[in-house]
């Protein structure tokens, strides 16, 4: 999980890996994008803009901790 905030957005970004074969199912093209920068086949961003709800982006840290642990 990477958290940044590259200087031609206005908001900060968070990535997850979530190594899924379903990441294109996850991906609704407004709030979760495709991993940016990162392999697009294992890595989903979120905007962290309050597009999203805080419940969801903890189930997403929480699938992607137990990728690792």
Do not use: A, C, Q
């Amino acid at each position: 999980m990477y958290i940044y905030s590259p200087s031609h957005y206005y908001f900060s970004m968070i990535s997850y890996n979530i190594k899924n074969d379903n990441v294109s199912n996850v991906i609704d093209g407004d709030v979760i994008l495709e991993g940016y920068p990162m392999n697009k086949k294992n890595w989903i961003t979120v905007p962290l803009d309050d597009r999203i709800s805080d419940e969801k982006l903890f189930k997403l840290v929480e699938v992607s901790y137990n990728l690792i642990s």
